[in-house]
């Protein structure tokens, strides 16, 4: 299979103009905003191309791509939303988790949450919720938002529906990935959503009511709002608890 076109342009375009097509199309689907995409040339068809040109380059998911490539939708359609990004005019890219009625384990510092209501919780603010159906063939419904290193949200997920907000400086949905990143070379969340598994924070950096978190997918550092260095979290295991890692005491009683 050829690597390139009649004009000698490779077909992998770099990744500082994919970067940059990404954050023009606020990290989705102009049509539609699914996150998970692929870049397309829409000014010239790859054939035709002479250059990576991130001005003439936009991002489509699989379906709308699809409709492009089979004529059903038409090339004046592609422009219209590359004028008008869906993402940047009707909200955050989005897409749903597919999870059963059983909670997922939760996987944070090194340390399996199974069974937990609150996994995660900053005082009174759950970063992940899980509420199990009444309903047996219903799914259980999912909650979590993540803020970056400045104190904003990066992603929210909302009754199994994730939002990847606009606001971020790069983010990626590659098979069951979500990455943020704060700036070059500064990733701050890594999230793998493993249907019907587990929820797996493999990466953060994050401020959230003074308080400072920075681990991986084993440890977990976290300076309490105040103090001068880290406390380290690493490795275990919760099972059935109504909350798991609690940080600082909820202010609502």
């Not at 047996?136 to 994730?162: D, L």
């Not at 690493?234 to 940080?247: D, I, T």
Request: charged fraction near 20%.
């Amino acid at each position: 299979m050829s690597r390139g076109n009649r004009f000698g342009l490779a077909r992998n375009i770099p990744a500082p103009t994919k970067r940059a097509v990404r954050q023009a199309c606020g990290f989705g689907c102009v049509i539609c905003g699914n996150p998970f995409i692929q870049y397309h040339h829409a000014d010239l068809a790859f054939a035709n191309a002479v250059e990576h040109d991130p001005r003439k380059i936009t991002l489509l998911c699989g379906g709308c791509h699809d409709r492009v490539s089979r004529g059903t939708y038409s090339d004046e359609k592609v422009r219209e939303h590359i004028a008008k990004p869906y993402c940047l005019t009707n909200g955050p890219a989005f897409t749903d988790l597919d999870f059963g009625s059983v909670a997922p384990n939760v996987r944070f510092a090194g340390t399996d949450i199974e069974d937990c209501v609150f996994p995660i919780r900053v005082e009174d603010y759950g970063l992940i919720m899980l509420e199990k159906p009444t309903d047996p063939n219903s799914p259980v419904q999912i909650s979590a938002f993540f803020t970056n290193t400045r104190g904003e949200v990066s992603v929210a997920i909302s009754q199994n529906n994730v939002l990847l907000m606009p606001q971020n400086w790069d983010a990626t949905a590659e098979g069951t990935r979500l990455r943020i990143w704060d700036a070059s070379r500064q990733p701050s969340l890594s999230l793998n959503l493993v249907p019907r598994q587990s929820i797996e924070i493999e990466r953060i950096e994050s401020t959230l009511l003074g308080w400072k978190f920075s681990g991986d997918a084993h440890s977990l550092r976290v300076t309490t709002p105040g103090a001068k260095g880290p406390n380290t979290f690493a490795g275990g295991r919760m099972s059935g608890p109504h909350v798991g890692f609690q940080f600082g005491a909820p202010r609502l009683r």
